[in-house]
């Protein structure tokens, strides 16, 4: 029997233990999670804003009125404007400007480039790296399960604003280090969930069918075991980009994370903190405002994802 | 002749899913008299426990009671209020459930759930219905009940904690006790006495019994009537006696070969080719024409609803 | 329950020693001990002298039995700032944030449960889908955003209530708190909701998840074939089993309150250890840094200690260690 037959043999068995009729892999359980996603008119709002600030962030040089990084471009005489009011030479700021003199839209969109960017790439790396861990953990057992699984509970059992406070505080500033703590506070959310997964999926009859088939390791672990493990883990996937973003904002807000040089919307709002109380309230709000709407929007999608991908749920 | 303790005529109870109307009940109608028992036999999704949970109004949304009667001692049960039905649970009429593990609650101790079951209805003294628990502890063959009553459910045994559901529905001399599939969770050696031990208790205080299987031979010898259901309908009643001995629907007929013990060893095992249909599948006619070997066009439409006797059949072609 | 009592009090101290192993390493094996409990502006005479004073010349594993015995005398060295033991810096700024968290966590549960089981009980009406509106919100925005607006909101605009500091304190039990006074109350509104946000919006979706689940439960069925009441069998039988993991969570998370407080004390200039941590680290003050982790692990530990054992208490199939096979 050579692997692609074998490979079918397993695909027949696992159908025969879920009770399904459709090969693994095909078209129609998409589909119905698209379908079951769609229902919640809420969720699709969510995603719409989701995919407005991608837009946004992605396309911030080429839309965003000024470079606010450009000091060519300011004029001190500019600061602090009100949302609306003109300046010196007649572009008028819709959001205001801050104490710099910076177009706060332009500076608003810089952000949200650099706080998703921040966010979506330490969620990627945390992913990989508690993906790897947690199927290890489950697939191996034993010492290399214990062990793993007593680091994530460890871990997990603190906070994960001051595992990242304390982190920062010994490495220092730059988007690298933020990065790292970031990972560093997440991997061992995907470790465990992966890890709960893969038990629950390494005890199906299928997995029993693979291994008498003799099928490597490797493409046990991938082809059969990783893609039934993926739902819960775009659940908390979804989730920890918000985290992820809301945590580098307070680390910024703070004044431990990124550096000024690379200002995400959690350091515009600190800058603008001084203000607030003299009324100059746009200067921290409508950095703020970005913020929330992007949270909201992850939120959103990832509620109703967890919904639609929750077995317990199901009609 | 005094009127049925329990009479319920054309219930229908539908389920209204996304996926569509279910009718887990559709147009049931049987009538029960005082200490008797009746059986109610049907296979999963035949709407048997649906019809329990109607006569008891616990049926939850998105099910609800769309037509039909249940005249419980002379009242119509359809449209109480939640008041009138808080009244009459626990008291007039009680309920079994499947798996006690999950009815008895695990963070309560058995005092505690069976001292609320008195006091819901009677003004009593904690002590007072602490005593009457214990009797009914007592009854039911528990030996030792201060013990027991002190204890959570799952220091107990399953064959213990279904004894404590029976006490339980006992407590208040209800006229009516629906028990739904009680003894399928336990050891067959448990069921024995269970079943026994029910029997014994329905006899003694004339107490009503419907007992809710899917298992023939429960049936047997237990009950006096016995009503068959079939995706949501009845399609045969009458006393036990005649039903098993000369079973007039083609489906009974076709449950009673399928029982093992009936077979003559080394020969095949007789099977109703065929599977029940699916409840969201509304069907014209018959519901049993697809697996039937008798079926004409004649079944295309609702068959006729013949009486012989005290004996009821939904059949265009009755055997016999 | 005694002997379960005593094996978690084991491991509780064991987590405790392995903590304090890695703050341990963390600063003397991985840093420059030198570098950070020196004075950096010390000369090298200074810091020759203070390594030798610090014991840095000796082996590692003498190193941390020396450290060990100074934790255990509260003795984690003196802050370069203000020249005062570390550990007395801490320990003094501590009241203002245990009570800041007490607060907190009693704003969240006080309004939380009863809003969440409301929208458990009735998902599909406006209230409860108002409350889960609402609740998303307070689990998505960061925590200083909502601080912030409430500044804008009742201080600045309403003028209210004051934007920071901590109101009159009373002693009691010789301890300073604040919440027995209306100025000081008056101080505390903010802060306390601000940080209790994250709580109360995760509590509200616990419960309104346990209570969603309770409900599809056989032994709701049960209770209600019994004729009980609806406040009985939402009241007791629902209730004390959704309790049990909101316990567990309230427990867990009280640590993480107390470490979020560090950023609602920065925004609100509330005096207690979050403020000390974030002015540590901007100041390099390192043995504060260590004196604080060192408090905040104690108290972690102590605490999932206690929830461990409330939740015995409140859930009996633990009580015994699962071994319960009925007799007949």
Known sequence: ?315 | ?320 | MVAYALRRLGQSFLVLVAMSLLVFVGVYAIGNPVELLVNPQADAIERARATAALGLDKPLAEQFLVFLRGALHADLGHSFVYNVPAIQLVLQRLPATLELAFCATVLAIALGIPLGLVAGLRPKSLVGRTIMAGSILGFSLPTFWVGLVLIMVFSVELGWLPPNGRGETVLLFGVPVSFLTVDGLKHLAMPALNLALFKLALLIRLTRAGAREALLQDYVRFARAKGLSASRVIGVHVLKNILIPIVTVIGLELGSVIAFAIVTESIFAWPGTGKLLIDSINQLDRPVIVAYLMVIVLIFVVINFAVDVLYSLLDPRVRLGGATAGAH
């Open chain 2, 1 to 320: 002749m005094s009127a049925p303790l329990l009479e319920v005529e054309g219930l229908r109870m539908h389920f209204f899913t996304k996926a569509g109307v279910v009718k887990a009940v559709d147009d049931a109608s049987f009538s029960l008299e005082r200490g008797r028992i009746l059986g109610l036999v049907g296979e999963s999704g035949s709407g048997k426990s649906m019809t329990g949970y109607s006569i008891l109004g616990l049926v939850d949304p998105p099910g609800r009671i769309v037509g039909g009667h249940i005249r419980f001692e002379g009242r119509d049960l359809v449209g109480l209020s939640n008041a009138q039905w808080r009244g009459l649970r626990g008291n007039r009429i009680a309920m079994i459930f499947q798996d006690p593990m999950m009815t008895l609650n695990p963070v309560l101790r058995i005092d505690t759930q069976m001292i609320e079951a008195v006091r819901a209805h009677h003004a009593v003294s904690r002590a007072e219905a602490r005593d009457r628990s214990r009797e009914a502890l007592a009854k039911v063959g528990i030996a030792a009940p201060d013990e027991r009553l002190r204890a959570y459910p799952h220091h107990l045994s399953g064959g213990m904690r279904q004894r404590v559901a029976i006490a339980i529905a006992l407590l208040n001399r209800p006229a009516l006790v629906i028990a739904d599939e009680p003894t399928t969770a336990l050891d067959v050696t448990i069921q024995g006495q269970i079943l026994y031990e029910m029997q014994k208790l329905c006899r003694e205080s004339a107490t009503a019994l419907i007992w809710i299987t899917h298992d023939l031979s429960v049936i047997a010898g237990l009950a006096d009537d016995v009503c068959v259901m079939y995706a949501g309908r009845i399609v045969e009643s009458g006393s036990v006696d005649e039903v098993l001995d000369r079973p007039l629907h083609p489906y009974t007929r076709g449950l009673l070969e399928s029982v093992p013990g009936r077979n003559a060893p080394g020969r095949p095992l007789p099977q109703i080719p065929g599977m029940a249909p699916s409840p969201l599948q509304s069907l014209d006619g018959c519901p049993f024409r697809p697996r039937c070997g008798r079926a004409t066009e004649a079944c295309r439409t609702q068959p006729p609803l013949q009486s012989f006797g005290t004996r009821r059949v939904r059949c265009a072609h009755p055997l016999a």
């Open chain 1, 1 to 315: 029997m050579n692997e692609a037959t074998r490979d079918l043999v397993a695909a027949a068995a696992e159908a025969a233990a879920t009770g399904t009729t459709a090969p693994v892999g095909v078209q129609s359980p998409w589909r119905r999670i698209l379908a079951d996603f769609a229902e919640s008119r809420l969720a699709l709002v969510g995603l719409a804003l989701l995919v407005a600030i991608a837009l946004a962030a992605l396309t911030a040089p080429w839309i965003s009125p000024q470079n606010p990084y450009d000091l060519s471009q300011l004029d001190v005489l500019d600061s602090k404007l009100a949302p609306g009011e003109a300046s010196m030479n007649g572009t008028v700021h819709w959001l205001g400007t801050d104490d710099q003199g910076r177009d706060m839209l332009s500076a608003i969109l810089y952000g949200l480039r650099i706080s998703l960017g921040v966010g979506v790439s330490s969620v990627v790396c945390a992913l990989a790296l508690g993906l790897v861990l947690g199927l290890a953990a489950a697939y191996f057992g034993g010492w290399v399960d214990a062990v793993v699984m007593r680091v994530v509970d460890l871990q997990l059992s603190f906070p994960s604003i001051l595992i990242a406070l304390i982190l920062l505080a010994v490495l220092g500033q730059g988007v690298g280090k933020i990065v790292v703590a970031l990972v560093t506070v997440q991997w061992a959310y995907y470790a465990r969930t992966v890890r709960s997964s893969a038990l629950v999926e390494r005890q199906k009859e299928y997995i029993e069918a693979a291994e008498v088939l003799a099928l490597s390791r490797a493409r046990i672990v991938l082809r059969h075991l990783l893609p039934n493990c993926l739902p819960p883990l775009i659940v908390v996937a979804t989730v920890q980009v918000a985290h992820a973003i809301a945590l580098e904002a307070t680390l910024s807000f703070l004044g431990l994370g990124l550096p000024i040089t690379e200002p995400s919307l959690g350091l515009l709002i600190a800058n603008g903190f001084q203000y607030l109380l003299s009324g100059k309230y746009w200067i921290s709000f409508y950095p703020g405002v970005a913020l929330m709407l992007t949270i909201i929007a992850i939120n959103l999608v990832a509620d109703q994802l967890r919904d639609v991908l929750n077995p317990r749920l199901s009609r």
